[in-house]
């Protein structure tokens, strides 16, 4: 194995060196607590690797810059906490439809409105979803250690060139101001994935025209040559506005798909000790954490006890989880809100087994043993 770098971060920290280890080299944002180091990495490391960072008027706007960036062939990034990121989301929805990868970071903070801009919270799982109007195709990734914020910050980028759309690293407070020891892996060692394009000028003027058996279509970068029209709008394969009811169905139905049919491909989650247990936890980003120490109390008190904790938090990992309510008595969802996932995991279940949230939404963590309570309850 290559020699790694090693580097005592915080989680924002970490984003900045994943996302310019996967080729990141433009950054448009807006500070806001508390993702403003991402920000101010930025502005610090794109100049020595030859990227560039501007600080926009606005959150919008910061978002528009991105999308105009990436659409030259340049991997772009953004990142912004929870009112910010309300303003992105007219934006997020134009890149979905007009299929431009991007990756939007969110440092949740609690809400709403100003809320409290310090404190952690998890309270924008469904947004990261559902944020923008109109059925629309997204992939959300959370981490829970600094670790894994770097790694997956890498994956966000390739899932954004892979499958042409908006990926958003949900991060909170939690892990956004941790500071942890972390392994930065060597050039060699990582998986950097770049956009299909078309070679063929013929075939580059229609953008959306889509290989057969694929999903996902290849479009030249702009400023190579060939002139296409993008757009806000529904529109056909040469990417100009499309009143067909066919072909706006076609189009639609075609960029869910893309991330519906590769379901299997894009989630990812961490299970353990969910074989034999009788009772689940289901938690993620820096909840997770508290449920790990939790479940280590719990099973040195005899209580058979397993954590499910979903990385790819949108597509949710469904098939996996459904698998495991089958055997399990009860389910315990922790999140830093007043049920998001449960209502996730609930559909789910199908009322095969009891499911119980706890959550905060004052500002402060989930502590383990207010977990491990709950354990011992739903456990009677």
Avoid at 44 to 70: H, N, T, W, Y
């Amino acid at each position: 194995m290559a020699e790694r770098k090693r580097a005592l971060l915080q989680g924002n920290e970490a984003v900045v060196e994943g996302a310019i280890a996967a080729g990141m080299r433009f950054f448009a944002g807006y500070p806001i607590t508390p993702s403003t180091e991402i920000a101010e990495g930025c502005a610090k490391r794109l100049p020595e690797v030859g990227g560039r960072f501007i600080q926009m008027e606005d959150e919008l706007a910061s978002m528009a810059a991105v999308i105009g960036a990436s659409v030259t062939g340049t991997k772009s990034m953004t990142a912004t906490s929870g009112p910010g990121f309300s303003l992105k989301q007219e934006n997020i929805g134009y890149a979905a439809l007009a299929e431009i990868p991007c990756v939007i970071v969110d440092v949740q903070r609690q809400g709403p409105s100003t809320g409290l801009p310090t404190s952690p919270s998890q309270g924008d799982y469904m947004q990261a979803r559902w944020g923008t109007h109109g059925d629309h195709p997204v992939i959300a990734v959370s981490p829970s250690s600094v670790q894994e914020t770097y790694e997956e910050t890498i994956r966000c980028f390739n899932l954004a060139e892979r499958y042409r759309v908006p990926v958003i690293l949900l991060m909170d407070e939690i892990v956004g101001h941790m500071r942890e020891g972390i392994e930065m892996m060597s050039p060699e060692e990582i998986t950097v994935l770049d956009r299909l394009v078309k070679e063929d000028p013929e075939q580059a003027a229609m953008p959306y025209d889509i290989v057969p058996g694929e999903y996902v279509p290849r479009i030249t970068p702009f400023g190579e040559g060939i002139y296409y029209n993008i757009t806000g709008l529904l529109h056909d394969n040469w990417g100009f506005p499309s009143t067909s009811p066919v072909k706006n169905n076609r189009q639609t139905t075609r960029i869910m798909n893309k991330i519906i049919k590769n379901a299997e491909q894009i989630e990812k989650y961490e299970t353990d000790g969910v074989d034999d247990c009788d009772t689940l936890i289901v938690s993620f980003g820096g909840t997770a954490r508290s449920a790990e120490a939790a479940i280590t109390i719990a099973r040195e008190n005899d209580y058979k006890v397993g954590l499910f904790r979903p990385v790819t938090v949108w597509p949710f990992p469904e098939k996996a989880l459904s698998e495991i309510c089958d055997h399990v008595k009860n389910i315990i969802v922790a999140e830093l809100n007043f049920g998001q996932m449960t209502l996730e995991v609930e559909r789910i279940a199908k009322g095969r087994c009891e499911v119980t949230h706890i959550g905060k939404v004052n500002g402060t963590i989930l502590k383990p043993n207010e977990i491990y309570r709950l354990i011992r309850e739903v456990s009677r």
